[in-house]
């Protein structure tokens, strides 16, 4: 088991592109970037298989960071891979097994590592339809930003985009100790109807409306988080040990 968290975990900070440790869901409910409640809810929906995308307009967000962190929660029987090009997404959609969670490190138009764009990217939006997660981030800060840029820019159909479980978008502040980075929406679709917000200022977004978690696994998955809090683990790699794997196996 430990060496397939470390191979998980290694895939995880191929992202990393500022250097330094990948900061765990232990690290960002420390600092305030997620609740206790939003990171349960994170837990249940992306441990269920559901793929996201992280959204933020202005670089140095934190969106590979959340990114990353989400990262650590999908199922245990799902490998990590990066979607590198076509080649590597063509291989994806004739494989249904293993499964498998396509990481575009960014949607973007340019040579980088793993950035998606075009033709690539409206092909890496069809691989929920082979049975695989998706896991990405883009320059967006609104719901509508976000669309747009994969539906009218790059021509994803509505369909492929719904397939995009869940979409967090960030906010970026001054506080006294410098930035402040925090999940201010999360908009979600269970894959046939359209996002709807359920997190965020909106008194009418409630994680009590999911339509991919019942109310008892949130509860479950808070109790799995209290207990991950209460253990003080903090890398990627204890996190993972010690959340996921228990988790994956709770009936």
């Known amino acids: 088991m430990r060496d397939a968290v470390e191979r998980h975990c290694l895939e995880i900070d191929r992202t990393n592109q500022r250097g330094g440790r990948m900061l765990s869901i232990a690290d960002l409910m420390q600092a305030g970037t997620l609740s206790r409640e939003l990171a349960a809810y994170s837990l249940a929906a ?5 793929s996201f995308m992280v959204g933020a307009l202005p670089g140095g967000a934190g969106k590979t960071t959340v990114m990353g962190a989400l ?7 799902v490998e990590l891979a990066p979607a590198d090009g076509m080649a590597a997404i063509e291989r994806g959609l004739r494989s249904p097994a293993p499964r498998r969670c396509y990481i575009c490190h960014e949607i973007g138009d340019g040579s980088y590592y ?12 069809e691989l929920p339809g082979a049975g695989h997660m998706l ?5 967006a800060d ?7 840029q994969v539906c009218r820019t790059n021509g ?6 719904r397939r995009m479980n869940l979409l967090y978008l960030l906010t970026v502040g001054r506080s006294g100790h410098g930035l402040r980075r925090r999940i ?8 046939s109807a359209d996002h709807a917000r359920i997190f965020g200022a909106d008194v009418d977004a409630s994680l009590a409306r999911s339509r991919l978690v019942p109310a008892t696994e949130q509860a479950s998955a808070l109790v799995a988080i209290d207990r991950l809090r209460a253990s003080g683990a903090r890398t990627i ?15």
């Open 46 to 50: 992306i441990g269920r298989g559901a």
């Open 71 to 77: 990262l650590n929660l999908v199922p245990r029987d």
């Open 114 to 125: 793993a950035y998606l764009w075009g033709e690539e990217l409206r092909a890496y939006f």
């Open 135 to 139: 896991a990405t981030n883009l320059h």
């Open 142 to 148: 609104t719901f509508e930003q976000a669309r747009d």
């Open 156 to 161: 994803v159909p509505e369909a492929g985009f």
């Open 184 to 191: 201010a929406e999360v908009w979600e679709s269970d894959g």
């Open 237 to 251: 790699l204890d996190v993972r040990a010690a959340i996921v794997e228990p988790w994956a196996a709770s009936p």
